[in-house]
Every structure is written in C-alpha cells, then in structure tokens.
C-alpha cells in the first residue's frame, strides 16, 4: 500500500520504526509513522511502516543505513 508522494523506508517491529522517525526528524525529515500502538517496553504485538516524502526518501535511506551500521552486533 502506498501513499501518493510518499514512500516507504523502513517497515518492521513498531518500536524500532518510532526510533527510526526519531532519527530522521532529528535530521529535518518529514515523516509519519503507520501501525498499531499496541506495545510496552517488553513485547511488542505490531509491524509498522515509516514514510517520508519521495523527494526525501534517498536521504532517509541513508540515514537509516548509517544509524544501522553503528549498531553493535546483537548479544548472543
């Protein structure tokens, strides 16, 4: 499903998409946040999607890349 003039950047478990929106934001992108909220600090129940402008989407993909790379490696 797609919105005219917006595309999708990220689609995954609602906490990580709030963080996501929070990341681009924070860089001044423009972006909305579709899911349910039906989650708590230990479950999360929801899949999210995170959309920006199109003509801001390269830049948002970008960021989402680098935020992602200085990640450290899940523990095992």
Not at 31 to 39: K, L, N, S
Not at 49 to 64: G, N, T
Request: glycine share 6%.
């Amino acid at each position: 499903m797609g919105v005219q003039g917006w595309a999708v950047v990220f689609s995954g478990e609602r906490l990580k998409a709030d963080l996501v929106a929070a990341v681009l934001e924070a860089n001044g992108i423009r972006v909305e946040v579709f899911g349910d909220h039906a989650y708590s600090y230990a479950i999360n129940l929801t899949e999210a999607r995170v959309m920006v402008p199109e003509d801001e989407a390269a830049s948002a993909r970008e960021l989402i890349r680098r935020a992602e790379a200085d990640l450290p490696p899940p523990e095992v």
